[in-house]
């Protein structure tokens, strides 16, 4: 099977500074991926490559070659990339727009404005993320008068919308509560059936909990990439036991 | 020591709160009587301004202005706001630290001055290119268009700055272009600042004399098209205020009152837009 996303060679600087070394990985597709280490080691500079999201900073130089189901990102048109590559914030962020418009607002900017395929989406994207039964009969309130578990899920719900292959996750539960945190992560595990998942977090027992794979990362270098109960038991890098153990971060 | 301070001050806040109280007052006793005089209605929307004959109706000068101020925002706001998402959005920094300030300079300049333009090259340009005197409610409202740019522009870029950065990223992560970002997500959650921007320059444009009385041609009739020389309420006190007497200076204040309520009226609903949270 090809892997959802490969980086080979792969070095980004912020003007002088060297954010990530050398970085190569393959993600498998349909699995959650999780990608730990300390602040500021580079995880999710790193995920925002596989959007581009990146580039939108003012003197970032990319180096290295990136792959998405095979085909070398920065061939694919920038809009279709990130309609594929679906990104979800450390903060939720939904739009200060109805609940319905939030969620067909992938639609509505990629040219879609028949009114059965928006209405059966939002019930369709809603439904996935276990929104519809709590807000069906809510649909044109503000989004910003949502928990933030269900703007959290909202959120989710407008790249369901959108068909992406692969959802990014940056920290997605950090602003959450333990019992948001943990049905978040529930929520992840019913959508790995259909969607490549690559979550950033520092929290190291929700990677352990939720993820197949795992990489440490350091420093912006790649320190170690594998199986996740293999790197929380019997990890292969010194520094990766260092962290795991809680001797730094 | 602080407690003299607090009195000092207290008496400061007091005594500027009690001279605009009574300045309001003031207007209200000289003008009062006149409205209840004439009859409110007749007073508002009589057609006949004969102050001699005794007949105080202003209607043709509450339609002026608002005629002047309409045109002046249906020019001015367009323009204005798109400069802000331009300066704000779009533009290299380098181009919008340079030309913010350039339009706030333009705040600078004195009425008279745009008055004067207006009468010496917008005026003609009217005149011989489509008809009609020339001064008129087209050169009033083009002239007040460009004197309410610096309000509407800085307000809306203050607006557009204050729109959390996290819209603007995730509305591009969904693969939105940046134009569509703009369009569908920072703008409608900068309207109540913008609002509240353009609603200060409208209380601008209705409350704008210098300028209006040296363009608008200030004939006392209801105007049929943007081509119709009209007066509007500023105009109409500044005007006649040198020679009215009796009832005739009344009704002048009386005029003022209703301008009062006008410029009082927008400040609230600016004010209320401007408070409301997205």
Redesign the interface.
């Known amino acids: 099977m090809t892997n959802a996303l490969t980086a080979k060679k792969l070095d980004l600087y912020y003007g002088d500074f060297h954010a990530l070394k050398n970085v190569n990985l393959a993600i498998a597709p349909k699995k959650i991926t999780a990608l730990i280490g300390p602040s500021g080691c580079g995880k999710s500079t790193l995920l925002r490559v596989f959007n581009r999201m990146n580039e939108l900073i003012a003197g970032v130089k990319i180096t290295g070659e990136v792959k998405i189901f095979g085909r070398t990102m920065n061939k694919i048109n920038l809009l279709e990339l990130r309609k594929s590559v679906g990104m979800v914030f450390q903060r939720p962020n939904p739009f200060p727009l109805t609940i319905y418009d939030n969620v067909i607002y992938g639609l509505r900017i990629h040219g879609i404005s028949k009114k059965d395929i928006l209405d059966e989406t939002a019930f369709t994207s809603l439904t996935s993320v276990g929104l519809w039964n709590d807000l069906k009969d809510r649909l044109k309130e503000n989004a910003l008068k949502l928990s933030g578990e269900q703007q959290q899920r909202l959120c989710i719900a407008r790249l369901i919308a959108l068909k992406s292959d692969i959802l990014l996750m940056d920290e997605p539960c950090s602003a959450l509560d333990p019992i948001a945190t943990a049905r978040i992560e529930e929520l992840m595990q019913d959508l790995k059936e259909n969607y490549t998942i690559v979550i950033v977090t520092h929290n190291m027992q929700q990677a352990a909990r939720v993820s197949e794979e795992c990489g440490f990362m350091l420093l912006g270098e790649l320190v170690e990439f594998g199986n996740t109960d293999r790197i929380f038991t019997a990890p292969s890098d010194k520094r990766t036991e260092d962290y795991i153990t809680g001797r730094y971060g | 020591m602080d407690k003299i301070i607090s009195k000092l001050l207290f008496l400061a806040a007091t005594s500027s709160t009690a001279i605009l109280a009574l300045i309001a007052l003031f207007i209200f006793k000289e003008g009062v009587p006149i409205m209840a005089k004439s009859g409110l209605a007749h007073f508002l929307f009589g057609n006949e301004w004969r102050p001699l004959q005794g007949m105080f109706g202003i209607f043709p000068f509450i339609v002026g202005s608002l005629w002047i101020t309409a045109g002046a925002l249906i020019l001015g706001v367009p323009l204005g706001v798109c400069c802000a998402v331009y300066l704000a959005e779009f533009s290299p920094k380098k181009w919008a630290n340079i030309l913010k300030p350039a339009i706030e300079l333009l705040a600078g300049i004195p009425s008279v001055v745009y008055g004067f333009m207006g009468v010496m090259w917008l005026a003609p340009i009217i005149r011989t290119h489509l008809g009609g005197p020339g001064l008129s409610i087209l050169a009033a409202s083009c002239v007040l268009a460009i004197m309410i740019l610096p309000t509407i522009v800085g307000v809306s870029i203050d607006a557009i700055n204050a729109v959390?950065k996290?819209?603007k990223?995730?509305?591009?992560?969904?693969?939105?272009?940046e134009w569509?970002t703009v369009w569908?997500?920072i703008l409608?959650?900068a309207r109540s600042g913008i609002l509240a921007g353009v609603i200060l320059g409208m209380g601008r444009a209705v409350g704008e004399t210098m300028a209006v009385i040296m363009i608008s041609g200030n004939a006392t009739i209801i105007p049929n098209n943007m081509l119709d020389s009209v007066r509007t309420l500023t105009a109409n006190i500044a005007i006649e205020m040198g020679y009215a007497i009796g009832d005739h200076r009344q009704a002048l204040f009386a005029t003022g009152v209703v301008l009062f309520f006008f410029i009082m009226g927008l400040n609230m609903i600016a004010l209320k837009f401007s408070r409301r949270k997205?």
């Open positions: 959390p996290s819209y990223e995730g509305s591009l992560a969904l693969g939105a272009t569509q569908r997500v409608p959650a997205f």
